[in-house]
């Protein structure tokens, strides 16, 4: 299997604040790598595919970029609504595997 | 609009069963691969089985292969989990996701807002 590993696993940062996830593959997944939003309660919300590609009506806030085993999530000008979980997944191959999650508090 | 609806959920016993369903509106369902996905109370998001747009191939995580079974009835835009032997650690809300392009492949775009399986005695 896959191990999908991230860092942080907890980020603290303010308002206005650019911040960078990062997230290693335990080997190449070329670039079937994806990004999700959690906020407690609710359902993941789909915000990159195939690395670096936005989906549907996620800002441009939001930047992925990587491929092979190393990926990275940024997130320019925090805004409150930001503060949540962030997972990545790789859909290279089955079992598909998430990362263990890196929660984004408010300083 | 796409949306998915899970329901089924609730209360079993340890060695119990559950059927899970999954409902599809907004897109031709028969055209996508589907999965459902699980949280475990307090955890990460842990991929649990997927399914081709036909039903005709099917993916488990080890913790579930030979007790979920994923199955799919195109004509009723409804995926389903049938779980048995159902243990403790299997207590999570379970989500249904759908994946991005119609050829089977693409990250998960949809999900569904989750349904909430206990198993406890």
């Known amino acids: 299997d896959i191990q999908m590993t991230q860092s942080p696993s907890s980020l603290s940062a303010s308002v206005g604040d650019r911040v960078t996830i990062t997230c290693r593959a335990s080997q190449g997944i070329s670039d079937y790598l994806a990004w999700f939003q959690q906020k407690p309660g609710k359902a993941p919300k789909s915000l990159i595919y195939?690395?670096?590609s936005l989906q549907s009506g996620v800002p441009s806030k939001f930047s992925g970029s990587g491929s092979g085993t190393d990926f990275t999530l940024t997130i320019s000008s925090l805004q409150p609504e930001d503060f949540a979980t962030y997972y990545c997944?790789?859909?290279?191959?089955?079992?598909?595997?998430f990362g263990q999650g890196t929660k984004l508090e408010i300083k | 609009e796409v949306q998915l609806l899970e329901s089924g959920g609730g209360l079993v016993q340890p060695g119990g069963s559950l059927r899970l369903s999954c409902a599809a509106s907004g897109f031709t369902f028969s055209s996508y691969a589907m999965s459902w996905v699980r949280q475990a109370p307090g955890k990460g998001l842990e991929w649990v089985s997927g399914i081709n747009y036909s039903g005709v191939s099917t993916y488990y995580a080890d913790s579930v292969r030979g007790r979920f079974t994923i199955s799919r009835d195109n004509s009723k835009n409804t995926l389903y989990l049938q779980m048995n032997s159902l243990r403790a650690e299997d207590t999570a809300v379970y989500y249904c996701?759908?994946?991005?392009?119609?050829?089977?492949?693409?990250?998960?775009?949809?999900w569904g807002q989750g349904t909430k399986v206990t198993v406890s005695s």
């Open positions: 195939a690395a670096s």
């Open positions: 997944q790789q859909y290279h191959s089955y079992p598909y595997t």
């Open positions: 996701a759908k994946r991005q392009y119609s050829s089977g492949g693409g990250a998960f775009d949809i």
